[in-house]
């Protein structure tokens, strides 16, 4: 038998779980572009292939990161049901907020854990019970999360200057009433960016639709659908 290695000791004790959770620290330091599996491995301090034994891809690592950030939501256990979407939601968002790496994922990827599920299932059973048939709960629950991803990752984006805030205020600025009179009236809530009010004021608009399709029937028109 061949004499151990110096990375034959902590591969033996490598698992799934530790591997995820470094994945997840070096997300939350470098951002989802700065994991990658060479470093992962560099990390764990094994070979640079010995992670993919445990995760199986890249692909594969980010779906089972997702999960791991995604426990962190906090689920209701009871309530009307639009308090439970709300609530669902609202945690999602703060999640994602945590982890920006969560966010980067969940817009490229499809989720597949028992984390998300997990709340999933909570937000399909509360549209469920405010009226909706399962196809358009689905949809519902598709727009909501949108939503929330694509808020998110907005927010994430102004916080770290990339959307340039100076740079829109000045453009706001030079922009005439005559024919602005709605962005130049509103300039400074317009540029304020709010998060927290315009997230729950469009969070608000989803459930007042979806109260309106359930009156309807639970479903959608389809002016404009294509056969």
Same mark, same amino acid.
């Given at each position: 038998m061949p004499p151990a290695t110096r990375r034959d000791a902590p591969t033996r004790s490598l698992t799934p779980e530790r591997v995820v959770t %470094?994945?997840?620290s070096i997300a939350d330091e470098l951002g989802i572009d700065g994991l990658s599996m060479r470093l992962l491995a560099e990390r764990l301090g094994v070979s640079a292939m010995t992670p993919y034994r445990f995760v199986g891809s890249k692909e594969q690592l980010l779906a089972a990161l997702a999960d791991r950030f995604m426990s962190e939501v906090e689920l209701p256990a009871s309530g009307a049901w639009e308090t439970r979407v709300r609530d669902v939601f609202r945690s999602v968002r703060l999640v994602l907020l945590r982890h920006p790496a969560l966010a980067a994922i969940v817009a490229s990827q499809r989720i597949n854990g028992y984390s998300?599920?997990?709340?999933? %299932?909570i937000v399909l059973a509360a549209l469920g019970e405010a009226g909706l048939p399962p196809e358009t709960g689905v949809s519902a629950f598709a727009s909501l999360t949108a939503f929330t991803v694509g808020f998110v990752q907005r927010e994430i984006a102004h916080r770290s200057g990339a959307d340039r805030p100076a740079e829109r205020a000045s453009t706001v600025a030079m922009l005439g009433p005559a024919e602005f009179p709605h962005i130049t009236g509103s300039a400074e809530v317009f540029l304020g960016r709010d998060s927290g009010r315009h997230f729950e004021t469009g969070l608000d608009l989803l459930i007042l639709g979806i109260k309106?399709?359930?009156?309807d029937g639970g479903r959608p028109s389809m002016t404009g659908a294509h056969g």
């Open positions: %470094e994945a997840a998300s599920y997990r709340g999933a %299932e309106a399709m359930a009156r």
